[in-house]
C-alpha cells in the first residue's frame, strides 16, 4: 500500500529530494549530492526520530507549496522562506493542509522532513537527486511523495513539543567566518596572495548554485597553472584563471584542474551553502 | 609516494609524477589493495592519473595524517596486480565539431587529417570523473594536443567528442566545459536507466578505466538525406 503523504502544488524556485548524499560512486565520475546544508536537514529528522540518512525536500528559496494528503507530522528547518509552519520543531500537520513558502527572508535552502521519511527510488544507493546526471526522482507541479511504513512518530506523553535547541537554531545573517585548511596547491601561491585571501571581505556572486559557489572579491594574482587533474573534495576553494574563487559545493564534479588554495571545514560548509548572493564573508587559517 | 593533507578526515596520496601507462598500473595495484584490504574507517576512494584521494569517517580516523606510515607500509607491501587485456569498445562518432577547425589551425593540419588521426588511435580509459562515466582517454595523437579553450562554453551538449590538453573524452552529460568539441557519439555512453541495484547499477556507465576505445566515423545520414 502506498502511503501517500505530500501533493506538490507549485515547486517555487526549486524542489528536490536530497539525503546525505551518494557515496562510493565518484571513482565513476558521479558527485556525492546530499543536502546542501548538512545541518538543517539533519535537524528536520531529528526532531522527527527519522535516521540521519531518510531523504528530505530541499526548497531553493521561495515560492514552493504543498498539501497535506494525511494527518503527519512533519518538520520545517532552514532558510526562513516566510513559512506558514512553525519552523525548528515538530509539527503535527493536518490533512488538507497547505504550507506555502511564499518570500525568502533569510538564507537560502528550506528542509522538509515527514515522519519516517520520504519513500523514495535509490539511485547508486542514494535518493538524492542529481538533476544534470539524470540521477533521483524529479519533483514536479503535481508529483505525490509517499512516506515510509515505519512506526509512526508520537510525542512522548507528558511531553509539550519537540524542539530544536535554541544554540542549534542559526541567523543565515549573522556575520560569518569560515574556516579553511589548507588545499594540495596551497604551495603554489605566493605569501601575498595568501595573504590577500584571508584578510579581505568576499561576496557570493549570484553565480552559484549546486555545483559550486562564486565569491568575488580583490583577485588573487595566481598565474594560471593548470595542474593534472585530481580529485577535489567539496568545500574545495579553487581558484581558477581570473583569480576569484570557486568553493565546490555537493554536485561539484569529483576531479578537476584548478589549484586548490584550501579547503572549508566540513562543518561550516552548512553555513556558506546559506549565503545568498551579495553576502559578505571572510575565512580564518583552520590550523 | 607522497602524502598531501586534504582537510580533516582525509589524505591524498600521490603515487607519480606522470601520467601514462605505468601510473596507471601503480594506481590499480593502490586500488586493489584498498578495496581487498580497507584500512579502518576508509569511506571512499576516488582515483585520478597521479593521485588517489581517501576519505575517512571522520569519528572513526579523526586524523587521517597520523595513519599515513601504516598506510604507507600497506601500500609498499601490495602485490602488483596484472590487468587482463580488455576488449576494444567501439563508439560511433561523427566529427561535425564547432572546434575542429581550431584544433586543426592550432596543430597545422587539415580538418580530415584531424579525423582521421583522431580516429586510428586505440585509446585507453586513464579515468572517469569530471561527469557521471566522463572517460578520459589517451595516448592521443600529439599531432592532436590542443589547449582548452580561453573561455569555457557554459553549455555543451551530451555526447559531445573533445580534446584537452593531451586528452580526449567524451561529455556524457550536458555541462560547462573548456575542452575543444570535435564531433559527438551517437549511443549514449553513460545511461542512467541502464542496470539495477539487483543486476549491478555500474552497467550505466559503458566504460570503465583500463577500457579500450576506438572511434568509429560515420557519416551523418541526416546530412546526406
Not at chain 1, 511523495?145 to 541567523?171: I, W
Not at chain 2, 580561453?150 to 575542452?179: K, L, N
Request: neutral net charge.
Amino acid at each position: 500500500m502506498k502511503l501517500q503523504i505530500v501533493e506538490l502544488h507549485d515547486c517555487g524556485l526549486g524542489v528536490s529530494i536530497q539525503d546525505t548524499g551518494r557515496h562510493g560512486w565518484r571513482k565513476f565520475g558521479v558527485p556525492v549530492s546530499g543536502s546542501m546544508d548538512d545541518h538543517a536537514a539533519d535537524w528536520a529528522n531529528r526532531l522527527l526520530g527519522n535516521g540521519p540518512e531518510a531523504p528530505v525536500l530541499e526548497l531553493l528559496l521561495q515560492g514552493a507549496k504543498l498539501e497535506m494528503l494525511e494527518d503527519a507530522w512533519i518538520a520545517v528547518t532552514g532558510a526562513d522562506a516566510n513559512c506558514n509552519v512553525a519552523t525548528w520543531r515538530a509539527v503535527r500537520a493536518t490533512k488538507g493542509d497547505v504550507i506555502q513558502f511564499s518570500r525568502s527572508v533569510s538564507g537560502v535552502w528550506t528542509y522538509i522532513a515527514v515522519e519516517g521519511g520520504f519513500e523514495c527510488a535509490r539511485f547508486l544507493g542514494s535518493a538524492s537527486m542529481f538533476a544534470r546526471g539524470k540521477l533521483g526522482f524529479p519533483c514536479a507541479t503535481g508529483s505525490i511523495l509517499e512516506r515510509t511504513h515505519g512506526e509512526r512518530f508520537k510525542l512522548q506523553s507528558g511531553v509539550a513539543g519537540r524542539f530544536t535547541p535554541m544554540n542549534e537554531r542559526r541567523n543565515y545573517d549573522s556575520p560569518l567566518t569560515l574556516k579553511m585548511w589548507r588545499g594540495p596547491q596551497w604551495d603554489l601561491f605566493t605569501e601575498n596572495d595568501r595573504g590577500a585571501f584571508f584578510s579581505q571581505q568576499w561576496t557570493v556572486s549570484p553565480d552559484s548554485d549546486r555545483v559550486g559557489y562564486r565569491l568575488s572579491g580583490t583577485p588573487l594574482t595566481a598565474d594560471s597553472t593548470q595542474i593534472i587533474s585530481e580529485p577535489v573534495r567539496v568545500g574545495s576553494v579553487q581558484i581558477p584563471e581570473g583569480g576569484s574563487p570557486i568553493v565546490i559545493m555537493r554536485d561539484g564534479p569529483p576531479v578537476g584542474g584548478y589549484p586548490k588554495l584550501g579547503i572549508i571545514d566540513p562543518t561550516d560548509i552548512s553555513w556558506l551553502a546559506q549565503c545568498r548572493p551579495g553576502r559578505t564573508l571572510k575565512f580564518q587559517p583552520a590550523e | 609516494m607522497k602524502w598531501i593533507p586534504y582537510g580533516p578526515g582525509a589524505v591524498m596520496l600521490h603515487f607519480a609524477d606522470k601520467l601514462g601507462e605505468k601510473a596507471f598500473l601503480r594506481c590499480q595495484t593502490i586500488l586493489a589493495e584498498l578495496e581487498q584490504h580497507p584500512p579502518y574507517g576508509l569511506l571512499e576512494v576516488v582515483p585520478a592519473f597521479t593521485r588517489i584521494l581517501l576519505e575517512f569517517d571522520r569519528n572513526l580516523v579523526p586524523d587521517a595524517l597520523a595513519i599515513i606510515p601504516h598506510l604507507e607500509a600497506q601500500l609498499k607491501a601490495a602485490a602488483k596486480v596484472k590487468l587482463p587485456r580488455m576488449p576494444v569498445k567501439e563508439v560511433s562518432v561523427i566529427y561535425d565539431g564547432p572546434d575542429l577547425e581550431r584544433v586543426a589551425e592550432l596543430n597545422r593540419l587539415t580538418v580530415p587529417e584531424v579525423c582521421r588521426r583522431h580516429a586510428a588511435t586505440t585509446y585507453k580509459v586513464y579515468m572517469l570523473g569530471f561527469s557521471p562515466g566522463f572517460p578520459y582517454l589517451g595516448d592521443l595523437d600529439r599531432r592532436l594536443h590542443t589547449p582548452r579553450l580561453p573561455v569555457p562554453r557554459p553549455r555543451i551538449p551530451e555526447g559531445s567528442v573533445a580534446i584537452g590538453g593531451e586528452h580526449t573524452g567524451i561529455y556524457t552529460i550536458e555541462s560547462p566545459g573548456g575542452w575543444n568539441i570535435i564531433g559527438r557519439i551517437l549511443e549514449p555512453i553513460y545511461d542512467p536507466s541502464r542496470g539495477s541495484a539487483l543486476s549491478g547499477e555500474e552497467a550505466m556507465f559503458l566504460l570503465r578505466p583500463g577500457d579500450r576505445v576506438k572511434f568509429v566515423p560515420v557519416r551523418d545520414r541526416r546530412a546526406s538525406a
